[in-house]
């Protein structure tokens, strides 16, 4: 199944955290398609703190969307994540965007993102990868831009 992840850092050796996440997804279970560049964003909900580096990934899994999710949780548990304050400063995040067009909406996971439409750090990288991309809503990622500002860095 195609999923897309976003991928967020705003604590320590940003491009470390981002460059440990995808080589930790990658496995047997998680092929590695297509990576975006990296955009530097402003904080989201908690405001006072660090700038973030996004990006987004796509990948083919054999994994079903709850299994996902708890191989992104103990990645981001194994990269220092500690989680004290919901929007807060983290080392990284690795949240499922999209995951083959189903929906979720169960305590644990909520499928697409409920922010996804929302948020120009996750629209931005997804773009670049997917610019065909039809979101779950029915509207093409091309008509939806998000809040918030976001620059591509030139690393």
């Known amino acids: ?33 297509t990576t975006s560049r990296i955009y530097e964003t402003e904080p989201w909900g908690v405001i006072d703190q660090p700038l973030y580096w996004n990006q987004v990934i796509e990948v083919e899994t054999t994994l079903e969307p709850l299994e996902l999710l708890h191989v992104c949780q103990e990645i981001e548990h194994q990269l220092g994540r500690e989680r004290k304050e919901h929007w ?11 995951y083959d ?36 809503s029915g509207r093409s990622i091309n ?9 591509l860095l030139e690393i």
Do not use: Q, W
């Open 143 to 151: 008509e939806v831009s998000g809040e918030g500002k976001v620059r």
């Open 101 to 136: 067009n189903r929906v979720s909406k169960t305590a644990e996971l909520m499928l697409p993102h409920p922010y996804l439409e929302e948020r120009a750090f996750v629209l931005a990288p997804l773009r670049e990868i997917a610019p065909k991309l039809v979101l779950p």
């Open 88 to 98: 807060g400063s983290r080392t990284i995040d690795i949240d499922l965007l999209i």
């Open 1 to 33: 199944m195609r999923a897309f992840l976003g991928l967020g850092s705003n604590l320590g050796d940003r491009a470390y955290y981002l460059r440990e996440a995808i080589s930790a997804l990658a496995s047997p279970t998680i092929s590695i398609c």
